[in-house]
């Protein structure tokens, strides 16, 4: 008889890093998510124009785990280094960015990353787990259907904090703790115009009290949009104050935020679009890893356990994985 599989709820880059590394260690795994597609916030959105990075716009590499995994990753075709022509804009003046890291893009789209972490590994999309319970020996899980799922050896809950506390709760530490973390929201809005938009202006950083974030989407590598692309992210602040917003009026506010900001001619735009992340980050950063209970066979990760960035949700997926392959 097969030994039973490790569940793990989330798609995203620290789900997808456990993943990895546990049938790298010769592990069965079944993994779940919510959406109909990988990635969580590195997820592309199909659009009428196309396919939008709406969530995590770039990463960077620190960590020299990390650093490696991703000279992996490039090798293999999954991402590419993006150079934009940054700015910043502060009190509504721009001026040219001397933040020279190096920046990295999936290719063709950001989803790339998580499609090539997930190989042929099992998994169940647009499948909303809602409950996970221990009997004598294994985990089952229960979906917002009412189905089951299991036997499970083991289970990791690879999901925003706030989401993973309800998953957390046989083992009530660690429930306290997911409940603990603070995520801050942000509203995503792309902009189509027919016509190249006059500027050199590819990214920029913005201290405003709607926009942080701006970038023309065709400067990354591999994209071939039929539009002059844009995509700006509103402020934590702004988005948590207009969390409720109906999406119209994000648009419209954003729009004008960012026709004031650009130093050039802005159009009313050809296509439209607004996603709202409810979780979009860590309030602050934390020095978790992952979090466990090995007598339970109960584990957690994120980004939310560490940095916030896309690095610690990697690092913090392989954290848990390598707490999992200790206890066996």
């Known amino acids: ?15 997808l890093s456990a993943a990895q590394a546990l049938h790298a260690a010769g592990q ?4 779940f998510d919510k959406s109909r597609g990988l990635g969580g916030r590195m997820a592309s959105k199909r659009s009428d124009a196309g396919h939008l990075d709406l969530g995590t716009q770039y990463f960077t590499a620190r960590d020299r785990r990390f650093t490696e995994a991703v000279r992996q990753w490039q090798t293999q075709g999954w991402v590419a280094e993006w150079s934009p022509n940054l700015y910043q804009s502060r009190s509504g003046q721009l001026s040219l960015s001397t933040d020279e890291q190096l920046r990295w893009v999936g ?33 089952k899980l229960v979906d917002a259907e009412g189905n089951n799922h299991g036997p499970f050896s083991q289970v990791i809950v690879a999901i925003p904090a706030p989401q993973a506390s309800t998953l957390l709760a046989s083992a009530p530490k660690l429930a306290a703790v997911a409940a603990s973390v603070a995520m801050e929201p942000t509203w995503s809005v792309a902009l189509g115009f027919a016509k190249p938009l006059e500027t050199s202006l590819e990214a920029c950083f913005v201290q405003d009290d709607s926009l942080d974030w701006l970038a023309r989407h065709h400067s990354r590598p591999g994209r071939d949009d039929p539009l002059d692309l844009w995509v700006l992210h509103a402020s934590s602040a702004w988005s948590r104050q207009h969390l409720d917003m109906a999406r119209e009026s994000v648009i419209e506010h954003l729009h004008g935020a960012f026709a004031e900001l650009i130093d050039c001619v802005v159009p009313a735009p050809e296509f439209t679009l607004a996603h709202r992340w409810l979780y979009a980050r860590p309030s602050q950063s934390h020095e978790w890893g992952a979090l466990a209970d090995a007598h339970l066979g109960l584990y957690a990760c994120g980004d939310w356990c560490l940095s916030g960035r896309v690095e610690g949700a990697w690092l913090s997926g392989q954290e848990a994985a390598r707490r999992l392959l200790e206890q066996l």
Do not use: H
Request: net charge positive.
């Open 107 to 139: 290719v063709p789209r950001m989803s790339a990353i998580a499609a090539g972490l997930l190989g042929d590994l099992p998994v169940k999309l647009n499948c909303r787990i809602t409950e996970a319970f221990r009997g004598e020996e294994y985990w």
């Open 1 to 15: 008889m097969s030994k039973a599989p490790i569940a793990i709820v989330g798609t995203g880059i620290a789900g």
């Open 28 to 31: 069965p795994v079944q993994l």
